[in-house]
């Protein structure tokens, strides 16, 4: 009962279901096949219908995108080097997808001024997500070969 | 002068990289990768987001991780490199000339070699955009390379015309630098990219998509100031009166990638004139002996899992080739791209062993019968151009076939697009 709860609460805090709240068009991405999945809510926010998954796995997903939509980020960060001035890095985990932009304004801040390597940890938890910004690659400090 | 090398392989992006590790794996003793920029890799370090290697390597993975995991094999295998190297000829007899800064002219005559030298964006110039000729115009890949390795960005406010994987990647990252991207703008009806990328580069920013559309004209004298988006009809020619202004600093164009094949025409090598890339066989041997090829210089790919497949086979095979002075033929079937059936590859097969076809429809649809000879017959829910098919023949489905010349490849829709 009480995981129904705050799953329901999810749903009720999440945005984009508000603005839309008694329908809402998610497209799967499990296959190519793309489905586009209609869903309605009740007042509560809690599904009351789902049509249009042409799957079970699409009906999960389509309600985990309905909680609580997480995405791998993806960005680069600078370093002090003129001739690597970007690292690449990912987060370590999916975060939620209303994290992407508050993350990104947190990345920008952040310089690197010593060697790294691909999976090194470049922040930790960033914005409260409990996610860490990974290296994707080598790095070896300025005045290296990059 | 000219130098002994087993297996040469021509770019050092993802498809060299694997086609050099697999002939190395299957014996050949020096394999080198001539590759004309400074670094390995090809486009994989300014391929920043994940997606990659969830088939190859079951994870999923950034674009540098992906090359990392190839570069740290290729040199655990002692695989030679030639960089910042171009290959200005290549010639029937397979006899490479070389130029770099080191050693000058050079020629090489290796016992096989793999073209890997992967493909090239279609550029304003090859769509013939009406309109002014402003700065401000790039391909979707160069603004990658800007925004995610050199470290700038060109402009603030962008239009994307064509719907492929990169436009819509794009679009993405540079919403997410804080950047406004007016539109991406797709002539067809349908995007020209993945699923997932409509959803993820697209939807989840608020993106408008807008299909059947295009630009018809471009404004700005020194730099872009907009463009002018029209809906277009069945003929794909602009619709009076349902023209629109977006404003923009930057246009990108991501409207297709084409095979880079200027070293096969010099060697005389036969190309499809559907796939832009060599005709292989199944070994992925071209017309020309001893030449074999892998990757999106064959055809292009959606995901890059594939294209390291696909070089693998070409080295594998060039080893066998620079090891034995010649390799079988496979070329006793051709694939015939039936109806609905945009191109397969390879274009020929030998019927004799088990085979991987990759195909592309013309036309998406729902309930797709996907149809071989009649030796096998494959239903899909549903089927789109941008989602390359990949269907596994057993060789003993093909038995009855060897009679044949020739295999007509056929997707009927019978659901409706």
């Given amino acids: 009962m009480r995981e129904r709860s705050k799953s329901l609460w999810l749903i009720a805090s999440s945005r984009e279901v508000i603005k839309v709240s008694r329908r809402e068009i998610v497209i799967c991405i499990g296959c190519p096949m793309g489905c586009r999945v209609t869903v309605t809510l009740g007042k509560d926010g809690s599904v009351t219908t789902l049509k249009g998954a042409e799957c079970r796995q699409g009906q999960k997903y389509v309600l985990n995108e309905l909680k609580n939509p997480l995405r791998t980020l993806t960005a680069t960060v600078r370093t002090v080097d003129e001739d690597f001035p970007l690292l690449p890095v990912r987060s370590s985990r999916p975060v939620p997808k209303t994290l992407l932009q508050p993350i990104m304004r947190e ?9 790294v390597q691909a999976g090194d940890v470049v922040a930790r938890n960033v914005q409260g997500s409990k996610a860490d910004l990974l290296a994707t690659t080598d790095w070896s400090g300025p005045g290296g070969e990059g | 002068m000219v130098s002994k090398v087993d297996v040469a392989v021509i770019g050092a992006g993802p498809a060299g990289l694997a086609a050099a590790i697999s002939a190395r794996e299957r014996g050949a003793e020096r394999v080198i990768i001539i590759e004309r920029a400074e670094r390995l890799g ?15 390597f079951e994870k999923d993975m950034t674009g540098p991780e992906y090359e990392k995991a190839f570069v740290d094999k290729a040199n655990s295998l002692k695989v030679e490199f030639m960089l910042e190297t171009m290959v200005i000829d290549l010639n029937e007899e397979g006899m490479l000339t070389v130029v770099n800064r080191q050693q000058g002219y050079k020629k090489i005559k290796p016992g096989a070699i793999v073209l890997a030298m992967g493909c090239r964006e279609r550029p304003r110039g090859a769509l013939g955009i009406p309109g ?5 115009i790039f391909t979707a890949g160069t603004c990658q390379r800007f925004v995610n390795v050199e470290g700038f960005m060109p402009g603030s406010r ?64 020194r730099r872009i100031k907009g463009v002018t988006v029209a809906k277009v009809d069945r003929d794909l020619r602009p619709i009076k009166g349902t023209e ?17 094949n200027e070293l096969s025409k010099k060697a005389g090598i036969e190309l499809d004139l559907v796939t832009g890339g060599p005709v292989v066989d199944q070994n992925r041997q071209t017309s020309v002996p001893g030449i074999f090829a892998g990757g999106n210089v064959v055809q292009v790919h959606d995901l890059v899992d594939w294209v390291s497949w696909e070089a693998e086979l070409a080295g594998a095979a060039a080893a066998s080739y620079a090891d034995k002075g010649k390799i079988k033929r496979a070329d006793q ?8 059936i945009k191109y397969v590859v390879p274009q020929y097969i030998s019927g004799k062993d088990d085979v991987t076809l990759h195909l592309r429809v013309s036309r998406p649809g729902l309930r797709a019968n996907l149809k071989v000879g009649n030796i096998l017959s494959k239903r899909f829910r549903s089927v789109r151009p941008s989602e390359m098919i990949i269907l ?26």
Wanted: glycine content about 12%; some cysteine; hydrophobic content about 40%.
């Fill in chain 2, 244 to 260: 629109r202004f977006f404003p923009c600093d930057c246009l990108l164009i991501s409207a297709g990638l084409i095979p880079e």
């Fill in chain 2, 132 to 136: 002014e000729r402003p700065a401000g």
């Fill in chain 1, 107 to 115: 990345t920008a801040r952040i310089r690197i001024k010593t060697p």
């Fill in chain 2, 42 to 56: 090809g486009l994989l370090p300014q391929c920043v987001h994940n997606g990659f290697g969830l088939l190859y």
């Fill in chain 2, 158 to 221: 962008y239009v994307v015309l064509g719907s492929g994987d990169i436009g819509m990647i794009m679009a993405r990252r540079l919403t997410l630098e804080g950047a406004k991207v007016e539109a991406v703008v797709e002539i067809m009806p349908w995007p020209g990219g993945l699923i997932r990328n409509e959803v993820q580069c697209l939807h989840d920013f608020g993106i408008r998509l807008l299909l059947e559309h295009t630009i018809t004209f471009i404004h700005g004298k």
């Fill in chain 2, 392 to 417: 596994d023949i057993k060789a003993e489905k093909l038995r009855d076939a060897r009679t044949l010349k020739e295999l007509v490849v056929d997707c009927k829709l019978e659901g409706g697009d």
């Fill in chain 2, 333 to 340: 079937i051709r694939m015939v791209a039936g109806e609905n």
